[in-house]
């Protein structure tokens, strides 16, 4: 197949290519842990902002609210977080790490790093930094 030509020559496709194969290896990498690539980001997102909302974490980890209220209420029950019994105001309940769960985030997340790692081990610096402002550009460009 010529790569060269139609969907394979834009970036678009190239972006959705290394999603996919990103994605696949965080599968791989977290599946002993007892983790799927979301459940891993909302214990990400939850360690930066601690107390978020279901709404919060739905946004940053990219999923709808319904897929984000599954996946808190599995973190739950296993222990690695906590959700007040009701909102403190408002609807929001918010929610936080528990320390098995901070404990299996440090685990997952070096298995994180060295997926990264191997992802941009034969970029340079300047080619990793490039690569970096021209996604935030592309984003920029198209949340506006």
Not at 38 to 64: M, W
Not at 116 to 144: D, F, I, K, N
Request: contains cysteine; hydrophobic residues 40%; neutral net charge.
């Amino acid at each position: 197949m010529n790569q060269d030509n139609g969907a394979y020559s834009l970036i678009g496709y190239q972006l959705k290519r290394a999603q996919a194969a990103l994605r696949s290896r965080m599968d791989d990498e977290l599946r002993p842990l007892g983790l799927t690539t979301p459940q891993y980001s909302c214990l990400e997102a939850l360690s930066h902002s601690p107390g978020a909302s279901n709404s919060d974490l739905a946004r940053a980890v990219f999923v709808t609210r319904q897929t984000m209220s599954a996946l808190l209420h599995s973190l739950e029950a296993r222990g690695l977080v906590e959700r007040a019994d009701r909102a403190p105001g408002g609807r929001a309940i918010p929610t936080s790490l528990t320390s098995e769960g901070q404990a299996l985030l440090t685990e997952a997340a070096r298995g994180s790093e060295r997926i990264e790692q191997r992802m941009v081990a034969t970029l340079t610096p300047s080619q990793m930094e490039a690569l970096r402002s021209g996604l935030a550009a592309c984003v920029e460009a198209l949340v506006e």
